[in-house]
């Protein structure tokens, strides 16, 4: 009767047992699936930014279930017409197709690692459109029997702010790079204070520079820098600010804290300069014919080739060659002012009398012809054929907000104030500065 209890008692453990384990095996398998269906998903679903600028792509694009799509990644030294010519496209076939996409964008923007997607047909396999994207545009182009049809549709974004702050140690473009600007970036931190400040002979060692700039996110997961929407420099002892303001009027641009445009009617120099190796002077002794001459310009000491600009807006009256001034240009501006640059090595491309020019725009590059004894660019002003010294010229500013518009700046430049200089560090710049 024992053994009989016994072997009951075994057999119901061995019955129990080998249901125990195959319950937790059950729920072993299903905790482990529960756990990994979203990755288990997740693998079997295309992954929406797994590819840069895929998703995107099929987001905006229609579904094309009849033909079929290749991607190609930009090689070094491709263009469009490059990979055009990859599948047979002829070239006046392929310039056509480019002459539909320039309106929307720049083709040479596209880069070595871009993607672009090539259309086929199943049948016969020939190009029947391509898909890109530059920037925040979509490119789609597709062959109609009209020709070559593009489209151009926007990228979803988000515009995400921050502010970066810096100190030189050695060029802006170091510094700034070390702040963590990107390197356009750097180039428009320029531009916006060049009408003050110029860059080479004004900054100092130690001078800080902070500024507020977007970073846009895309949807297929590329980032990319955006404006500047406000920056602080120190240049020596003087300290610049500026803000990007949009008018209601719809135009946009830079403004100082007091709602003046960053612009002027000149630049503050014609080239970045390592000295000025002979000011205005009515009373200089001559370097080559050893007599005292007045000296009625500006000689910017910079190396041979240095790039010259038009230190504003106006229209080239002479380029050419002209006695004891060499290879040398006039420019007319408004209010009866104008402007001579001499020595140069050469001219810009293509500058001829008649051309209108901007402020920045090139006009030619530093050199000694003429009566020079080194490279260096000789640099006259005029108001009515009379010389002045441009140094001293008070040069206005072009535009100041009124009315509404200066007040929603007010608000504006208080909120980009505090952001660029948050509590704790005006209590560091105190410190820093033994205050």
Not at 5 to 33: D, H, P, W
Not at 95 to 112: C, G, M
Not at 208 to 234: N, Q, T
């Amino acid at each position: 009767m024992r053994d009989l209890r016994q072997a009951a008692k075994q057999s119901t453990r061995t019955v129990l047992g080998n249901f125990l384990r195959r319950c937790t095996g059950v729920v072993i398998a299903t905790t482990v699936l529960l756990l990994c269906a979203p990755l288990l998903r997740a693998l079997h679903e295309d992954p929406p930014f797994r590819q840069p600028k895929q998703a995107a792509l099929n987001a905006v694009a229609e579904s094309l279930t009849s033909q079929s799509r290749i991607g190609v990644q930009v090689r070094s030294g491709d263009t469009l017409g490059t990979v055009l010519k990859r599948f047979g496209v002829a070239p006046p076939s392929a310039r056509a197709l480019i002459e539909k996409v320039r309106p929307f964008v720049n083709p040479r923007k596209i880069r070595p690692g871009d993607n672009v997607h090539v259309v086929l047909d199943p049948g016969d396999r020939t190009v029947r459109g391509m898909e890109f994207v530059v920037d925040d545009n979509l490119i789609r182009v597709k062959a109609t029997e009209n020709g070559w049809l593009a489209e151009r549709h926007d990228l979803p974004a988000m515009r995400e702010t921050r502010v970066v702050h810096g100190t030189i140690k050695g060029s802006l473009y170091e510094s700034g790079a070390e702040a963590g600007l990107a390197p356009q970036q750097i180039l428009d931190l320029a531009r916006i204070f060049e009408y003050d400040v110029d860059f080479l002979s004004d900054f100092q060692r130690g001078d800080d520079f902070s500024a507020m700039v977007e970073e846009v996110r895309y949807s297929d997961g590329r980032r990319a820098p955006g404006r500047i929407i406000a920056a602080e420099i120190e240049a020596g002892r003087d300290v610049f600010n500026a803000l990007y303001f949009t008018s209601k009027d719809g135009s946009g641009d830079y403004y100082s804290l007091n709602g003046e445009s960053m612009r002027r009617s000149f630049l503050r120099a014609p080239l970045s300069y390592a000295r000025i190796s002979s000011p205005f002077n009515r009373n200089r002794l001559h370097p080559i014919f050893r007599t005292v001459r007045q000296h009625m310009a500006i000689d910017y000491a910079a190396p041979a080739g240095t790039p010259v600009v038009a230190i504003g807006r106006g229209r080239v009256e002479f380029v050419g060659w002209r006695n004891g001034y060499g290879n040398v240009v006039d420019i007319r501006h408004s209010g009866n002012y104008s402007s001579r640059y001499a020595h140069f090595s050469r001219f810009a491309e293509n500058l001829r009398r008649g051309q209108s020019v901007d402020p920045g725009d090139i006009i030619g590059y530093v050199g000694q012809t003429g009566h020079a004894t080194g490279p260096h660019l000789h640099f006259e002003f005029l108001n009515g054929g009379t010389k002045i010294n441009f140094l001293d010229l008070h040069i206005p500013k072009t535009r100041q907000l009124v009315g509404e518009d200066l007040a929603r700046f007010n608000r504006l430049r208080e909120q980009a104030q505090t952001l660029l200089h948050p509590p704790e560090s005006r209590v560091a710049d105190r410190s820093k500065k033994g205050l």
